[in-house]
């Protein structure tokens, strides 16, 4: 199987489980995954961020993570 053929399968494969940061402020972000594996892995970088303050990249403001959930769609 080339690259090409292998990239297409895999953008194929439909979003199953989605992660779900929540900040202190209410705010949320969501990161939608092809499995329940990749959902917990990136989940759990972003476990590492709660109780730190953060750099908002979009608006450059502080924020602070309150919790992050793995779930399926």
Do not use: W
Not at 47 to 62: F, N, P, S
């Amino acid at each position: 199987m080339n690259t090409e053929a292998f990239l297409a399968a895999q953008f194929a494969k439909p979003l199953t489980h989605r992660v779900t940061i929540t900040y202190e402020s209410g705010a949320t972000k969501t990161h939608d995954t092809r499995g329940k594996a990749q959902a917990e892995n990136y989940a759990l970088g972003e476990c590492r961020k709660i109780g730190r303050d953060l750099i908002d990249r979009t608006t450059g403001e502080t924020v602070r993570v309150a919790s992050v959930t793995v779930g399926r769609l």
